[in-house]
Nanobody
């Protein structure tokens, strides 16, 4: 079992920056990937960025060059550094972890409770 707690959301003006924090606890050694997703009302949750256990990262086209995902494995924490924020970045941001657990390395997906990011124009 993995527990995820996000923090760092808030209200910021266009062009501003925020840093989101995802703190993992529990069976963190089983985590193979961590990602940030976001969702606005009426739309599907979308991937923003993720980082795998080999250090490779992926970003949505809409955030490339503005957002950076990083992981501190010693602290079981993943960060999302968001720069040059735009009103269209407004959403609830969720931390997601994929873990491989058990003798068969079954994959489990865990979610945090979400943190609101609002970018004012």
């Amino acid at each position: 079992q993995v527990q995820l707690v996000e923090s760092g959301g808030g209200l910021v003006q266009t062009g501003g920056s925020l840093r989101l924090v995802c703190a993992a606890s529990g069976s963190t050694d089983s985590i193979v990937a961590v990602g940030w997703f976001r969702q606005v009302p009426g739309k599907q949750r979308e991937l923003v960025a993720d980082v795998n256990s080999d250090g490779s990262t992926n970003y949505a086209d809409s955030v490339k060059g503005r957002f950076t995902i990083s992981a501190d494995t010693a602290e079981s924490t993943v960060y999302l550094h968001m720069n040059s924020l735009k009103p269209e970045d407004t959403a609830v941001y969720y931390c997601n972890a994929v873990a491989e657990e058990g003798p068969n390395a079954n994959k489990y997906v865990y979610w945090g409770q979400g943190t609101q990011v609002t970018v004012s124009s």
